[in-house]
């Protein structure tokens, strides 16, 4: 998979088995896709794709529907220029969810997944220090840091 930082699509190469790829498929994302993220994301036990989209500061989902193919299912706009993405169960409830760093408001978005490859929106938001964010990095085993950072408000800084 290839980010096309200047247009809005990605491009999908399938592996061949012997170290080379079929031509690329491409998808319609948002603008300016910069980071894939891949996990099975509705629970039917494929490989899924979440792509961030910085100059649309979305997330947009691709769904697996077998034999290399997917399809857009959904886009969720993040509010304050997603720098970064990745993915954790951040609830446990063995769904995984997503977060992105936001490098202009200063904070994360997680978009909880709700199971079936739909999240729900921002539902819980940290905010940090001064300091632009731009990474996040999944620290604990459990995957439960974020979370447990949330629902205390301690402050953090990347
Ligand atoms: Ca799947
Ligand atoms: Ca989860």
Same mark, same amino acid.
Request: aromatic content about 6%.
């Given at each position: ?9 990605? #491009?999908?190469?399938? $592996? ?14 948002? =603008?300016?896709?910069? /980071? ?16 961030? +989209? ?9 769904? $697996? ?8 299912? #959904? /886009?969720?706009?993040?509010?304050? #220029?997603? *720098?970064?993405?990745? !993915? ?12 992105? *760093?936001?490098? $202009?408001?200063?904070?994360? #978005? ?10 729900? /929106?921002?539902? !819980? ?27 205390? =408000?301690?402050?953090? +800084?990347?």
């Amino acid at each position: 998979m290839t980010t096309n930082l200047r247009t809005s699509a990605v #491009s999908l190469f399938i $592996n061949n088995g012997d170290g080379s790829f079929r031509d690329g498929s491409d998808y319609s994302v948002q =603008k300016g896709p910069i /980071k894939v993220v891949a996990g099975d994301l509705d629970g039917d036990k494929d490989v899924d794709l979440a792509v961030l +989209c910085f100059s649309a500061s979305a997330v947009s989902i691709l769904l $697996n529907r077998g034999k290399g193919s997917f399809v857009v299912a #959904s /886009k969720y706009d993040i509010t304050g #220029s997603p *720098a970064d993405l990745c !993915s954790g169960d951040f609830n446990g409830d063995g769904k995984i969810d997503l977060v992105t *760093a936001n490098s $202009n408001s200063l904070n994360l #978005s997680i978009l909880l997944n709700k199971g079936n490859g739909t999240f729900a /929106k921002d539902v !819980s938001i940290l905010y940090l220090t001064n300091h632009s964010v731009s990474c996040v990095v999944i620290l604990t085993k459990t995957q439960r840091l974020i979370w447990r950072l949330l629902e205390t =408000k301690i402050l953090m +800084c990347f």
